[in-house]
Nanobody, 118 residues
Framework: QVQLVESGGGLVQAGGSLRLSCAVS????????MGWFRQAPGKERAFVAV????????NYADSAKGRFTISRDNARKQVSLQMSSLKPEDTGVYYC???????????WGQGTQVTVSS
């Protein structure tokens, strides 16, 4: 089992920044890829960014490119999402996710609320 705990959400004005963190514990060697997803009110959960533990390679949703940066700290077993130039449409609950070695998302955190006011 892998446990994920998010932190760092909050209320911010448009144009501001927030940094989300995800602490990873348990059988962390079971996980290959870490990701962030966002669920806006009334919408399905959507991909934001992912990063591989081994080589740090990343991928971003088009809406996140140039504004968000995902990073990982292997020693601390932590994944972060630095969000800048935030927009009201970035509002939602942000979830940390972990895949197994086959790439299937098997683990989710409880989510952290991000609200961007206009």
């Amino acid at each position: 089992q892998v446990q994920l705990v998010e932190s760092g959400g909050g209320l911010v004005q448009a144009g501001g920044s927030l940094r989300l963190s995800c602490a990873v514990s348990g059988r962390t060697f079971d996980s290959a890829v870490m990701g962030w997803f966002r669920q806006a009110p009334g919408k399905e959960r959507a991909f934001v960014a992912v990063i591989r533990w081994n080589d740090g390679s990343t991928n971003y949703a088009d809406s996140a490119k140039g504004r968000f940066t995902i990073s990982r700290d292997n020693a601390r077993k932590q994944v972060s999402l630095q969000m800048s130039s935030l927009k009201p449409e970035d509002t939602g609950v942000y979830y940390c996710a972990a895949t197994d070695q086959a790439g299937t998302i098997n683990y989710w955190g409880q989510g952290t609320q991000v609200t961007v006011s206009s």
